[in-house]
């Protein structure tokens, strides 16, 4: 049985950290993937967001961009092969960056491609899911249709 692939903002702080991270282990989430960087981690104090979701049960990757950049293709290539194995292989996985729309967009439009649907499409069933257009800016955008060509010449 496949899994399902969310995209999230980054999770509250103090008290609510806790909070949120049991809500996603109550909605199945079994792998959650942060883009934030290092001093997005720090500014906004969630330095414990890894060890809560480990103390839950669930796994927890970095993976950080930058705020409104493109990840490296090689890396993201490996990222989005192993997000998309994951579903596939029936785990629930959760990617979040700051607001849930650039990084988030990409990296899960990513998976979705490496899942065998066209850029474009992935962009387009993410808008319509988070509600706005996805991702932050044109150079995502260019970078996503571009990893989607390269994608489907290999």
Do not use: N
């Amino acid at each position: 049985m496949p899994g399902r692939l969310a995209i999230m903002a980054r999770p509250r702080v103090d008290d609510w950290l806790e909070v949120d991270i049991t809500g996603w282990k109550a909605s199945g989430v079994d792998l959650v993937v942060s883009l934030l960087e290092q001093e997005e981690v720090s500014e906004l104090g969630l330095q414990r967001e890894s060890e809560l979701c480990r103390a839950s049960g669930i796994e927890f990757i970095s993976f950080p961009i930058p705020d409104r950049g493109v990840p490296d293709a090689q890396k993201a290539l490996d990222m989005a092969r192993s997000i998309a194995d994951g579903i596939a292989g029936g785990r629930s996985i959760a990617v979040h960056c700051r607001a849930g729309i650039g990084r988030s967009s990409i990296v899960a439009a990513c998976a979705m491609i490496c899942s065998g649907i066209e850029a474009e499409e992935a962009l387009a069933l993410i808008k319509v899911a988070r509600g706005v257009v996805v991702p932050d800016t044109e150079q995502q955008r260019d970078w996503v249709t571009a990893f989607g060509k390269r994608y489907e010449r290999q």
